[in-house]
């Protein structure tokens, strides 16, 4: 049975999603416990010169939700950055991301299997580069997607919440028997 584009993208974002809504509650869990404000979190970095926990979290929507939107219309163009949130807020905003993620239909997706994308982004390219559906979500939306994935978990893993690598993988999709 071949792979689709459906099973390469939907499921693998929703895998890690559901894997971020549940160490984003773990976290919660940690600061009622430990009497801390879990809103600290949100301007949280790894190194001075990186983005904050907030960009993480918004960029794990962007790269997932709106990554599908530009296989479907041929341009990524995701929304402006909100910014800084509530940590409440970025927890809502992971739980729309599952939900949005779980409207799409293998059908649907598949259906943007060859579709030509340029993606124009001046900070990697001066001119737009020439992609397909394919190859913008292995090449562009998958690393980046699970870059601010990781760095969202090391983030709270560097801040003392008790999460480990089972926590980041989330639910295995096992083969049917």
Same mark, same amino acid.
């Given at each position: 049975?071949?792979?689709?584009?459906?099973?390469? %993208?939907?499921?693998?974002?929703?895998?890690?999603?559901?894997?971020? %809504?549940?160490?984003?509650?773990?976290?919660?869990?940690?600061?009622?416990?430990?009497? =801390?404000?879990?809103?600290?979190?949100?301007?949280?970095?790894?190194?001075?010169?990186?983005?904050?926990?907030? /960009?993480?979290?918004?960029?794990?929507?962007?790269?997932?939700?709106?990554?599908?939107?530009?296989?479907?219309?041929?341009?990524?163009?995701?929304?402006?950055?909100?910014?800084?949130?509530?940590?409440?807020?970025?927890?809502?905003?992971?739980?729309?991301?599952? =939900?949005?993620?779980?409207?799409?239909?293998?059908?649907?997706?598949?259906?943007? %299997?060859?579709?030509?994308?340029?993606?124009?982004?001046?900070?990697?390219?001066?001119?737009?580069?020439?992609?397909?559906?394919?190859? /913008?979500?292995? %090449?562009?939306?998958?690393?980046?997607?699970?870059?601010?994935?990781?760095?969202?978990?090391?983030?709270?893993?560097?801040?003392?919440?008790?999460?480990?690598?089972?926590?980041?993988?989330?639910?295995?999709? =096992?083969?049917?028997?």
């Amino acid at each position: 049975m071949a792979t689709t584009l459906y099973d390469m %993208s939907v499921p693998t974002f929703l895998q890690t999603v559901r894997a971020v %809504s549940g160490f984003l509650q773990k976290a919660a869990i940690h600061c009622q416990q430990t009497g =801390t404000d879990p809103d600290d979190f949100s301007t949280a970095r790894l190194y001075p010169d990186m983005a904050q926990f907030w /960009f993480q979290i918004e960029c794990v929507d962007n790269f997932s939700v709106w990554g599908l939107e530009a296989m479907r219309t041929g341009a990524f163009t995701p929304p402006p950055l909100v910014g800084p949130a509530p940590y409440a807020a970025l927890q809502d905003r992971i739980a729309q991301t599952v =939900t949005r993620l779980q409207a799409y239909t293998p059908a649907e997706v598949n259906d943007w %299997s060859g579709r030509p994308l340029d993606l124009d982004l001046v900070h990697i390219s001066p001119r737009p580069m020439p992609l397909t559906s394919e190859t /913008f979500l292995l %090449s562009f939306l998958l690393p980046n997607f699970h870059f601010h994935a990781v760095t969202a978990y090391d983030i709270l893993r560097t801040r003392g919440v008790p999460i480990g690598k089972r926590d980041y993988e989330g639910q295995l999709r =096992t083969r049917p028997d």
